[in-house]
């Protein structure tokens, strides 16, 4: 269970952090993640499990631009010509974030929260989980206009059963 966002977080998410913590543990797997809409918030959670935050080794918060290409590696032409919001940004995003940790598995979040720019879907959210020796996997969610906090839990929800199927595949 979660410590101090417990009361934020519904019972399935508890879950499925612990499942995944578990999971990663018994493989003896690190995690590393990468994220933009979410800020920070999965690798919050991914720490807050008391005796198995030894599990995570680093998270990325990538919110800019500049800081998808610095810190995981995304080349500033395929930002250009995909777009940050992206498959092409968040595979990219899961494999630096691999690449640069050391991890055995990483998760990448890349999306709009709320509402962004004019031609932006809000609640359009890209989704990678890369593992070593796996190909990575992609997933391309639309949860609609239900406002920030909403989209960054439902993140919370598929990021985390992205990592679990890829920790227990391993």
């Known amino acids: 269970m979660t410590e101090t966002l417990s009361p ?4 399935d998410i508890e879950a ?13 797997l690190t995690l590393a993640t990468a994220e933009s809409c ?3 918030l999965l690798a919050s959670v991914l720490t807050d499990v008391e005796g198995r935050s030894h599990v995570f080794d680093r ?3 990538v919110y800019s631009d500049d800081a998808k290409a610095d810190e995981v590696a995304v080349p500033a032409r395929l930002i250009r010509q995909h777009g940050a919001v992206s498959e092409a940004v968040a595979r990219c995003m899961a494999e630096g974030a691999l690449r640069s940790s050391g991890a055995g598995v990483a998760v990448a979040v890349t999306g709009f929260a709320g509402k962004a720019g004019p031609e932006d879907e809000p609640g359009l959210v890209h989704f990678a989980v890369a ?3 796996a190909p990575t996997r992609h997933e391309e969610h639309h949860f609609g206009d239900i406002g920030r906090g909403p ?3 439902e993140c919370l929800r598929v990021a985390l059963t992205l990592l679990e199927t890829a920790v227990i595949n391993r």
């Not at 934020?8 to 019972?11: E, M, Q």
């Not at 499925?16 to 003896?28: M, S, T, Y």
């Open 16 to 28: 499925l952090v612990d499942r995944v913590l578990v999971a990663a543990d018994e493989r003896g």
């Open 8 to 11: 934020a977080l519904t019972d």
């Open 38 to 40: 979410t800020g920070g």
């Open 59 to 61: 998270g990325y918060v």
């Open 131 to 133: 593992a070593q020796g």
């Open 151 to 153: 989209v960054r839990i």
